[in-house]
């Protein structure tokens, strides 16, 4: 037990958090069992051991513990959980829950057994926490930690402290907020930045991020795909080389009986690997209004524009760039739909989107909103692209 507590005091006196995340301040710590789910890279450790460091810093009553430790080879959590709560313990951060076998089962235990325990865990956004898993979902809450939004990442380079708006605040009164925000800083001087790299926070590191990325994008699939959903290590050739003509072709509607002969598996065999690569935060499927999975997508793109930027460095696409941003920092927390006016996208059943270069020459309906790149600040239903990066 000592071991872990000194691991917890160094990582909190190294920690490098040099953004306070939104999340943190969406979550009700005052529930005994939460969830923290989110996508590889996106700073679910670096999240618990700030939460950590907020609320009790190196206070013995609560302790980070990562299952990456050889110590749960021979112990169970049940047995760690009641020394720790033995000893006066109060809190316990668990990372990467998915890596010890009976991970639910001994949570729900631990739940019951110890009333006084506080248990936070992170885990991959593969793990559906409360759909397929009976042993917490009536204990459990979940949240989702996204990548940095344009906002967070525009308050870290420009040293600003700007608000998140809601969607109907951007609507209806975005000339102001942008108008704000213009007498402070440029945003469009930082936002092809956030595009190419902005989304995981790993960008603060000094290494090639590309090439971090890239790494990050192969362990979501050997890891996060393969581990979590027990699939044979045999298939991660088709999967990857599924993701690589997904991404390729981007935007499109697939083609689900040409991927299949393509990878050499079945339908809806391809379609299982479409959902958990959406699962895995790197596509996003995109329906019509009333249509869902498993019903085939009318389109799909990148998850974000970094893993774009990755993928996509010769031949680069800027119209989808716009789009892939646009449905990003839409799609958490809105019902994001394809728009059947002619339109790109159609947003709660209610506002319909198109994502422009520029407002010169485009034809301009009346009930339609145009969120416009390349302009600051705009007018009436033209709306600059960057503010939907200020959603959270």
């Known amino acids: 037990m000592e071991a872990f507590y000194n691991t917890h005091t160094y990582l909190i006196e190294h920690i490098q958090s040099p953004i306070k995340r939104l999340l943190m301040d969406e979550i009700d710590w005052t529930h005994r069992m939460i969830g923290i789910k989110g996508s590889r890279g996106v700073g679910k450790t670096t999240f618990l051991l700030q939460y950590a460091k907020d609320h009790f810093d190196t206070d013995r009553s609560c302790l980070y513990v990562n299952f990456n430790s050889f110590y749960f080879t021979q112990h169970s959590l049940v047995e760690f959980a009641a020394e720790f709560c033995a000893q006066g313990g109060k809190t316990l951060l668990l990372d990467q829950a998915f890596k010890y076998e009976n991970w ?73 907020i942008a108008q704000n925000i213009c007498k402070t800083v440029n945003p469009l001087e930082f936002f092809q930045s956030y595009l190419h790299h902005g989304f995981y926070p790993f960008f603060l590191e000094n290494r090639n991020f590309s090439e971090n990325l890239l790494k990050t994008m192969n362990m979501m699939i050997e890891v996060d795909i393969l581990l979590i959903k027990q699939i044979e290590p045999k298939y991660l050739s088709k999967i990857r080389k599924l993701l690589y003509l997904m991404m390729t072709n981007a935007a499109a509607a ?58 996509s460095s010769e031949k680069f696409d800027r119209a989808l760039e716009r789009k892939t941003f646009f449905y990003n920092v839409l799609h958490t927390k809105h019902k994001v739909n394809i728009c059947k006016y002619h339109l790109d996208f159609c947003i709660d059943n209610k506002y319909h989107f198109s994502c422009e270069k520029k407002p010169d020459g485009v034809k301009q309906y009346a009930k339609a909103l145009y969120a416009i790149d390349e302009i600051e600040i705009g007018n009436k239903n033209v709306i600059p692209l960057w503010l939907f990066g200020f959603l959270y």
């Not at 325990?117 to 009976?134: A, K, P, T, Y």
């Not at 598996?265 to 249509?291: C, H, P, Q, V």
């Open 104 to 176: 639910s089962r001994e949570l729900r235990e631990c739940y019951d057994r110890f009333p006084e325990l506080h248990i936070v865990f992170s885990g991959s956004s593969v793990m559906r926490l409360i759909e397929d898993n009976q042993d917490i979902q009536d204990i459990v809450v979940s949240y989702n930690l996204r990548g940095f939004s344009f906002r967070e990442f525009l308050n870290l380079k420009a040293e600003t402290s700007f608000p998140s708006y809601c969607l109907d605040d951007i609507i209806h009164n975005h000339v102001k």
């Open 254 to 311: 697939p083609n689900v009986s040409l991927l299949s002969k393509e990878i050499e598996t079945s339908r809806a065999t391809i379609m299982n690997y479409i959902k958990y690569l959406e699962d895995a935060r790197l596509l996003n499927m995109l329906y019509a209004e009333g249509d869902e999975y498993p019903k085939k997508p009318n389109q799909v793109y990148f998850h974000n524009t970094n893993l774009m930027h990755a993928i």
